[in-house]
């Protein structure tokens, strides 16, 4: 995979995750074929282990350029420990917040591998990583793009995170440039793509609605099977088990909730419970680290780096049943019934309060 700083000056992807990519391909390929394959992608592995899918990207001729980025948390630079610390008051925690910013955004710049400036569009997906701040803090514009599926439905992020004051905050972002608020409300984030609009609880006018499922039904037989290509390492393995009969087949989605001793207590309760309904299928989330394969060596486990709807893509894959705690299920087509357990669920497993931030958004917002 490249790692030099040789610009195509035309569009670049900020990803984080495997679904970033995802979507970031998806768009590629509803683009003419006169646009394609001039666009750049940087992998951050902040958060996640891309393994070989820069390679396979490259491979595909999709983008002109794959890069990776070494992203840092601000928990990787301990000067900055000492401005996020409550000051009491207001007026002090703002000022600790508008230094925070400016650091952080300084401190980034070093590891930033590309010069974002010479870029026609700039599409970030989870903005309230660093990147986002260091693009505001240099002045630059970007789209932002949700992080998931639905990812804005239960709750809007920048309004949790700054749900006092919020709108003195809001001020201080969208207008001053001074402290950096997520989600589009930054000064310099143009817009914000997001899958559908309707389930959002807010009229912000920067949201822009972006079907993900038109993005997918749009692609001709030959790039889905592009598609398939760039997310599939063992495509035989795949097509083999799409010849399974798995019409009684539960598939269970994970996800990285909790400690893992207590994920894994989580998902052994889920297996023993739907076992009683059909076959156990699980599929691990790309970011979670629980070795499934290890824990339960009676079930079928999907390869971790295969988005959920790649197995879409497949025509012959369908299951009876799919369950998940969080995963929004929009567009899962290939269920006869589709289960999301939710906050109730969780709350058997970890303190209440974790999972109630909408319910306290609510109460600030009256």
Same mark, same amino acid.
């Given at each position: 995979?490249?790692?030099?700083?040789?610009?195509?000056?035309?569009?670049?992807?900020?990803?984080?995750?495997?679904?970033?990519?995802?979507?970031?391909?998806?768009?590629?390929?509803?683009?003419?074929?006169?646009?394609?394959?001039?666009?750049?992608?940087?992998?951050?592995?902040?958060?996640?282990?891309?393994?070989?899918?820069?390679?396979?990207?490259?491979?595909?001729?999709?983008?002109?350029?794959?890069?990776?980025?070494?992203?840092?948390?601000?928990?990787?630079?301990?000067?900055?420990?000492?401005?996020?610390?409550?000051?009491?008051?207001?007026?002090?925690?703002?000022?600790?917040?508008?230094?925070?910013?400016?650091?952080?955004?300084?401190?980034?710049?070093?590891?930033?591998?590309?010069?974002?400036?010479?870029?026609?569009?700039?599409?970030?997906?989870?903005?309230?990583?660093?990147?986002?701040?260091?693009?505001?803090?240099?002045?630059?514009?970007?789209?932002?793009?949700?992080?998931?599926?639905?990812?804005?439905?239960?709750?809007?992020?920048?309004?949790?995170?700054?749900?006092?004051?919020?709108?003195?905050?809001?001020?201080?972002?969208?207008?001053?440039?001074?402290?950096?608020?997520?989600?589009?409300?930054?000064?310099?984030?143009?817009?914000?793509? /997001?899958? =559908? *609009?309707?389930? #959002?609880?807010?009229?912000?006018? @920067?949201?822009? $609605?972006?079907?993900?499922?038109? %993005?997918? &039904?749009?692609?001709?037989?030959?790039?889905?099977?592009?598609?398939?290509?760039?997310? /599939?390492? =063992? *495509?035989?393995? #795949?097509?083999?088990?799409?010849? @399974?009969?798995? $019409?009684?087949?539960?598939?269970? %989605?994970? &996800?990285?909730?909790?400690?893992?001793?207590?994920?894994?207590?989580?998902?052994?309760?889920?297996?023993?419970?739907?076992?009683?309904?059909?076959?156990?299928?699980?599929?691990?989330?790309?970011?979670?680290?629980?070795?499934?394969?290890?824990?339960?060596?009676?079930?079928?486990?999907?390869?971790?780096?295969?988005?959920?709807?790649?197995?879409?893509?497949?025509?012959?894959?369908?299951?009876?049943?799919?369950?998940?705690?969080?995963?929004?299920?929009?567009?899962?087509?290939?269920?006869?019934?589709?289960?999301?357990?939710?906050?109730?669920?969780?709350?058997?497993?970890?303190?209440?309060?974790?999972?109630?931030?909408?319910?306290?958004?609510?109460?600030?917002?009256?």
């Amino acid at each position: 995979m490249k790692n030099i700083n040789k610009i195509s000056e035309s569009r670049i992807y900020v990803c984080h995750t495997y679904y970033h990519v995802l979507v970031a391909v998806l768009k590629e390929l509803n683009l003419p074929d006169s646009k394609v394959g001039k666009a750049t992608i940087l992998l951050s592995k902040m958060s996640n282990d891309f393994e070989t899918i820069g390679d396979r990207l490259e491979e595909n001729g999709l983008f002109q350029e794959v890069i990776e980025f070494d992203e840092k948390r601000d928990t990787f630079f301990p000067e900055l420990s000492e401005l996020k610390k409550d000051k009491g008051n207001i007026i002090s925690n703002m000022w600790s917040r508008i230094k925070f910013t400016r650091e952080l955004a300084r401190l980034e710049a070093k590891y930033v591998p590309v010069d974002f400036r010479r870029y026609e569009d700039i599409y970030v997906f989870c903005d309230g990583d660093p990147i986002g701040i260091y693009l505001n803090q240099n002045r630059i514009r970007y789209h932002a793009v949700e992080d998931g599926l639905d990812t804005l439905k239960p709750y809007i992020q920048a309004k949790y995170d700054n749900r006092t004051h919020f709108n003195l905050k809001k001020f201080f972002s969208m207008n001053l440039n001074l402290i950096f608020m997520c989600d589009g409300y930054s000064k310099y984030c143009i817009d914000m793509e /997001v899958n =559908d *609009i309707s389930c #959002l609880d807010d009229d912000f006018y @920067k949201y822009k $609605e972006v079907p993900r499922k038109k %993005l997918i &039904e749009s692609l001709s037989a030959e790039k889905r099977q592009k598609l398939i290509r760039i997310f /599939v390492k =063992d *495509i035989n393995e #795949l097509e083999e088990f799409a010849k @399974k009969k798995t $019409e009684d087949g539960v598939l269970i %989605l994970t &996800e990285p909730l909790c400690a893992l001793d207590v994920r894994e207590r989580l998902f052994k309760d889920l297996t023993e419970q739907y076992k009683k309904e059909g076959t156990i299928y699980i599929k691990p989330h790309p970011r979670d680290n629980l070795n499934y394969k290890e824990v339960f060596p009676d079930y079928w486990v999907f390869d971790r780096t295969i988005p959920m709807e790649i197995l879409g893509l497949f025509k012959e894959i369908h299951f009876k049943k799919i369950v998940s705690v969080y995963t929004q299920l929009g567009l899962v087509d290939f269920v006869d019934e589709k289960v999301m357990l939710g906050n109730d669920f969780m709350d058997k497993y970890e303190d209440p309060e974790i999972h109630r931030k909408a319910e306290k958004l609510k109460v600030f917002s009256k």
